[in-house]
């Protein structure tokens, strides 16, 4: 069984529910759950994307999550360094408390990553 755990896979999976949540409400009209409102899923897919869409493009909110998420997901370390693994937890966190969409933080997350394998690998070379 696959798993991955960690901010940015929260961030894939909320991703993933949200778009699942804009396919409902575009084909029957009926709200996910009491708190997301049309206008809250369109701002919370704005924030997840970095784009923004026009005020009933559901479906186009959706498609890009889904997207964003596929992206994110393929980008996530694969854990074969705890070290690495903190490092580009703790680079991810600091880019999305800045601000940054999900994607973006991922390039400073897997240069941070990257960083820590490299030293990481020179120090068990001897």
């Known amino acids: 069984m696959t798993s991955f755990s960690g901010p940015a896979a929260v961030d894939v999976f909320g991703m993933l529910a949200l778009a699942s949540g804009l396919r409902l409400y575009a084909k029957t009209g009926m709200q996910p759950n009491r708190c997301w409102r049309s206008t809250a899923m369109m ?3 704005s924030a997840y994307t970095g784009q923004k869409f026009k005020a ?3 479906l186009g909110a959706a498609d890009a999550l ?3 998420a596929h992206a994110l997901r393929a980008n996530l370390p694969d854990g074969n ?3 690495a693994r903190a490092a580009y937890d703790a680079a991810y966190d600091a880019a999305r408390a800045a601000g940054n969409a999900p994607n973006a933080a991922i390039a400073a997350a897997a240069a941070a990553r ?3 394998l490299a030293a990481y690998d020179a120090a068990h070379a001897a």
């Open 43 to 45: 701002r919370t897919a």
């Open 81 to 83: 360094s705890i070290t």
């Open 56 to 58: 009933r493009d559901y």
């Open 114 to 116: 990257a960083a820590a």
């Open 66 to 68: 889904t997207a964003a």
